[in-house]
């Protein structure tokens, strides 16, 4: 396997996988550093407000089963519903992270649905390029805001594929390849796969990454379908690359030849 072929590259810095994973919803931390290792994901995203990287001493520390000498760790704001406290959060994970500038946004608009707030989304990247970190953002599939969060210096967008953790698969597929058209930074799908050909087809529609976490550890063997996603991700990337035929709809067209048959 070309290994360049999976790798991603993000605020500068080369990945040899292009899947990234989440650290919630496991059992405990044995299993979350099981399902990871499976899925040959380098970013893992930790939820500041809801996983202890440090800020409490006196609980087990995610960091002890997921090192940074290992792992590039991806703070999230998951649980914050304005710009201000979305910023507030990503000061404090920089802090714990000595200084971490990689970080993923979200502000959700919803409780249920979770759904982004786009113009708190939108206000809280400005403010956080101003102040130096290097922003990955989870985005409504709109290609026009898509487009100004590029503007703004964002390193990477991540449109929803469908509500967090619905396993809705891609609902839109043609939002998303208008944002992946349009842009040049990385498109990775955030949020809805449910299953490995979910990973797949964002893949063949042309995004450089797929970031997941209750597919797999909500799977009822959440090392298995990592594994799977590894592999989900790695067949859709040489799918995408190799060009699928054109499809054809009113003309059949043998798959051997109809010339030197017997008889003819």
């Not at 990945?15 to 994973?21: A, E, F, G, K, T």
């Not at 970080?103 to 400005?126: R, S, W, Y």
């Not at 989870?138 to 594929?161: H, N, T, W």
Request: hydrophobic fraction near 45%.
């Amino acid at each position: 396997m070309n290994t360049s072929v999976h790798s991603l590259t993000i605020a500068g810095k080369t990945y040899r996988s292009r899947l990234l994973v989440g650290t919630g919803k496991y059992k405990d931390f044995a299993e979350t550093r099981a399902a990871i290792d499976a899925s040959g994901a380098q970013i893992v995203t930790v939820a500041i407000r809801r996983v202890n990287i440090g800020q409490n001493s006196d609980e087990p520390n995610l960091l002890d089963a997921l090192p940074t000498s290992e792992f590039t760790i991806l703070p999230n704001t998951a649980g914050c519903y304005t710009a201000d406290d979305a910023v507030r959060t990503l000061r404090l994970g920089r802090e714990l992270l000595d200084g971490h500038a990689l970080c993923k946004l979200e502000v959700l608009g919803d409780p249920t649905n979770l759904f982004p707030n786009m113009p708190e989304t939108l206000k809280a990247a400005a403010t956080l390029v101003k102040d130096g970190f290097d922003v990955m953002v989870y985005c409504a599939d709109d290609p026009i805001q898509a487009r100004m969060l590029e503007d703004i210096g964002c390193v990477a967008v991540m449109p929803l594929a469908s509500l967090i953790g619905s396993g809705m698969g891609i609902v839109n597929p043609w939002n998303l390849r208008l944002i992946i058209d349009n842009l040049t930074v990385p498109v990775l799908v955030d949020a809805g796969v449910g299953t490995a050909s979910d990973a797949t087809i964002a893949m063949e529609l042309g995004c450089d990454g797929v970031l997941m976490n209750t597919a797999i550890a909500h799977a009822r063997d959440s090392v298995l379908m990592a594994s799977a996603m590894k592999k989900a991700v790695e067949a859709g990337r040489e799918a995408f690359l190799a060009g699928r035929m054109p499809r054809k709809y009113y003309a059949a067209d043998p798959s051997s030849p109809s010339t030197g048959l017997i008889g003819s």
